[in-house]
């Protein structure tokens, strides 16, 4: 038998080639490859993000399928009525993805401590995902409460079980996230934007943060100072959507998409979930699409389409409405193309109000489009700024940004300086100014208006879709926030659910 010589080395476990934990954080590339993961999960907290906020409010129902009883179905059905329980499968989706994206920000604030690359790249990269993690934990502690603080790299199984944290300490990690993205970011170079967070929109987060504690003064300073950064309203509203205009001047944050088959395209499917459930959505995507599977969700409410006020040129440039006749399998047939103005069905027919925002036909591939999704936008910027001057008791002062949004609506300027009646006004602008951007939820837990919100627009929709459980729309003190994800219940001796639940 021949003898075989061997170096300890002989068997090489890791390869020259291949990245590791220990060997990739090296370089200003390496680590713009992982600043850009941290960006990744949005889209996947925004697939669901929707059923938490539009659907989660009075802005917008599903089209029902009797046919189909299956948990997909039901359990996004349930987060809509508002009945959803913790272990529904799509509410939970916006914690674990949430936390992904916090995960990642964590790991590359702890590797660039030790980083050898040049400190205006760490500034940049610090910056960028301290405000990921600042946006990612307001999200939580805004739908679920305290929740638990991860603000390092986890590296064994007994540090991923924490104890919740309290909603003080949340906001209080939230605001040096956000005031640490601020000084280390800085204000938009040029139009269009790269799609990176700016020092605007750390600014417009940290601003909303305050808006939520009530300390207006700190969120009228912050906004007043994006008049500098460069950001303007578009001549047009719908234009602010348009793919044309991605990253634009009244664009602050908005999450990326490109549409497509090329390698590297990430298409924007949201805008199939918004349509009727059909077997071919021609009409309204210039190319056959089958959606019978994704549709029927976030259909611009009854209720929303009246609150435009008459001459609104964001009510046509926000909602459609497509004409048909629905087949024995609840799948609609569309048949015509009708603006919501005024809108009367043909007889036989049937209009179904769809989003039309974020839809820009034909599109680029059946696959996807390239309508980014908007964050934050220099209007809703404006907005703020008029709600933090009038809660503040400087009504006439916050008439100049409400007016400056209403003008481009085609709408003649408010007036009243009256601060009770200007609360009601500037809630209502958001509103219509920024349907189906997923604000309306929060906007009415920050104002207090919740409660009494949905339990009239529970008494008015079931009036109006006979389908609804006599228990959906009607909340009470413990649904404002959700139900802690059961899994985690199950997984963490330490963690505890929200009353109620």
């Known amino acids: 038998m021949a003898a075989v010589s061997c170096k300890k080395d002989f068997i090489q476990l890791t390869p020259e080639d291949s990245y590791t934990a220990g060997n990739f954080y090296k370089t200003e590339t390496q680590f713009q490859s992982a600043v850009i993961a941290a960006y990744a999960p949005l889209r996947d907290v925004l697939v669901n993000d929707y059923f938490t906020s539009e659907m989660h409010s009075d802005n917008t129902i599903y089209q029902p399928i009797p046919g189909n009883r299956?948990?997909?179905?039901?359990?996004?059905?349930?987060?809509?009525?508002?009945?959803?329980?913790?272990?529904?499968?799509?509410a939970n989706a916006t914690w674990e993805h949430s936390y992904t994206g916090i995960a990642r920000c964590n790991i590359v604030i702890d590797r660039l401590a030790d980083a050898s690359i040049s400190?205006?790249?760490?500034?940049?990269?610090?910056?960028?995902?301290?405000?990921?993690?600042?946006?990612n934990y307001f999200k939580l502690v805004r739908l679920y409460g305290g929740v638990p603080l991860f603000l390092h790299e986890v590296t064994k199984a007994d540090d991923a079980f924490r104890e919740r944290a309290t909603v003080a300490e949340v906001y209080d990690q939230i605001i040096a996230d956000a005031t640490d993205a601020i000084n280390e970011l800085k204000a938009p170079a040029r139009f269009p934007q790269t799609g990176e967070a700016t020092k605007g929109a750390a600014t417009l987060l940290l601003a909303e943060v305050y808006a939520v504690q009530k300390k207006w003064s700190e969120a009228e300073a912050l906004l007043n100072s994006m008049a500098t950064m460069g950001y303007d309203l578009n001549a047009d509203y719908a234009d602010a959507f348009s793919p044309a205009n991605k990253n634009g001047r009244e664009s602050?944050?908005?999450?990326?998409?490109?549409?497509?088959?090329?390698?590297?395209?990430?298409?924007?499917?949201?805008?199939?979930?918004?349509?009727?459930?059909?077997?071919?959505?021609?009409?309204?995507?210039?190319?056959?699409?089958?959606?019978?599977?994704?549709?029927?969700?976030?259909?611009?409410?009854?209720?929303?389409?009246?609150?435009?006020e008459p001459g609104d040129k964001r009510l046509d440039a926000s909602?459609?409405?497509?004409?048909?006749?629905?087949?024995?399998?609840?799948?609609?047939?569309?048949?015509?193309?009708?603006?919501?103005?005024?809108?009367?069905?043909?007889?036989?027919k049937t209009g179904v109000p769809y989003i039309k925002k974020y839809l820009h036909s034909p599109l680029p591939a059946p696959t996807g489009s390239?309508?980014?999704?908007?964050?934050?936008?220099?209007?809703?910027?404006?907005?703020?700024?008029?709600?933090?001057?009038n809660e503040q008791g400087k009504s006439g002062e916050a008439l100049v940004p409400l007016n400056r949004?209403?003008?481009?609506?085609?709408?003649?300027?408010?007036?009243?300086?009256?601060?009770?009646?200007?609360?009601?006004?500037?809630?209502?602008?958001?509103?219509?100014?920024?349907?189906?951007?997923?604000?309306?939820?929060?906007d009415l837990l920050r104002t207090d208006s919740a409660l009494a919100v949905i339990n009239a627009f529970g008494k008015v929709i079931k009036q109006e879709q006979p389908f609804l459980a006599a228990d959906a729309y009607v909340i009470d003190q413990h649904q404002l926030l959700f139900p802690v994800p059961q899994p985690e219940i199950d997984l963490n001796p330490k963690m505890v659910q929200n009353g109620g639940y």
Request: glycine fraction near 8%.
């Open 370 to 389: 390239s309508d980014d999704f908007p964050i934050y936008r220099y209007s809703d910027a404006l907005l703020l700024l008029a709600e933090a001057l």
């Open 319 to 348: 909602i459609g409405i497509v004409e048909g006749t629905y087949n024995a399998s609840s799948y609609f047939t569309y048949s015509a193309v009708k603006s919501v103005v005024n809108y009367t069905p043909d007889p036989g």
């Open 119 to 135: 400190d205006s790249a760490k500034t940049v990269f610090d910056g960028q995902v301290k405000f990921l993690r600042a946006l």
């Open 252 to 308: 602050v944050f908005e999450i990326q998409y490109l549409g497509g088959t090329a390698t590297g395209a990430t298409p924007d499917v949201l805008s199939f979930h918004f349509l009727p459930r059909s077997t071919d959505t021609r009409l309204l995507t210039g190319i056959s699409i089958n959606n019978t599977g994704t549709g029927g969700w976030n259909t611009p409410s009854s209720d929303l389409i009246q609150a435009f």
């Open 405 to 442: 949004v209403r003008q481009r609506a085609g709408l003649p300027d408010v007036t009243t300086a009256n601060q009770s009646a200007l609360r009601s006004i500037i809630l209502h602008e958001r509103r219509v100014e920024l349907a189906f951007e997923n604000h309306r939820w929060t």
């Open 70 to 90: 299956g948990t997909a179905i039901v359990q996004r059905e349930n987060i809509s009525d508002f009945t959803n329980t913790s272990t529904n499968a799509y």
